[in-house]
Nanobody, 124 residues
Framework: QLRLVESGGGLVQPGGSLNLSCTASGFSLEIYAIGWFRQAPGKEREGVSCITNSAYSTYHADSVKGRFTISRDNAKNAGYLQMNSLQPEDTGVYFC?????????????????WGQGTQVTVSS
C-alpha cells in the first residue's frame, strides 16, 4: 500500500515545540520533494514548508520562518518538521505531501501523495 503517515502532533503550550514526522511506505521518497501543509479550523489549507528530494533547498512560509525547520532522511524514507516557539495561531491539522519532482519545491502543484494529517493544538 502506497501511503504517507504523519505522527508527532499533540497539545502543547505556547512557546513549546513539536517535531512532526512523515513516513512513506510502499514507495521511495528519494525522487520526491516533501511538503508540509496545515489547515486551521474554518480556513483553507496553506503550504508551510518544503524540501527538495536531495535536501539541497528548503522553503518556509513567512509565518513560520525562523521557528520551523524542515528536514528529511532518505535512508529512513521520512521527512520531519521541527516546530519551535509555537503559538496559538499554529493550531491546525498538519499534512505532509510528496511531490514527484527533482530539485524543485512547488507547493502550488498537486502532490502525488497526501498523508492523513496530524492534529497540532497550541493552547495554555
Amino acid at each position: 500500500q502506497l501511503r504517507l503517515v504523519e505522527s508527532g502532533g499533540g497539545l502543547v503550550q505556547p512557546g513549546g515545540s513539536l517535531n512532526l514526522s512523515c513516513t512513506a511506505s510502499g514507495f521511495s521518497l528519494e525522487i520526491y520533494a516533501i511538503g508540509w501543509f496545515r489547515q486551521a479550523p474554518g480556513k483553507e489549507r496553506e503550504g508551510v514548508s518544503c524540501i527538495t528530494n536531495s535536501a539541497y533547498s528548503t522553503y518556509h512560509a513567512d509565518s513560520v520562518k525562523g521557528r520551523f525547520t524542515i528536514s528529511r532522511d532518505n535512508a529512513k524514507n521520512a521527512g520531519y518538521l521541527q516546530m519551535n516557539s509555537l503559538q496559538p495561531e499554529d493550531t491546525g491539522v498538519y499534512f505532509c505531501a510528496a511531490f514527484l519532482s527533482i530539485n524543485q519545491c512547488v507547493l502550488s502543484r498537486p502532490p502525488t501523495y497526501w498523508g492523513q494529517g496530524t492534529q497540532v493544538t497550541v493552547s495554555s
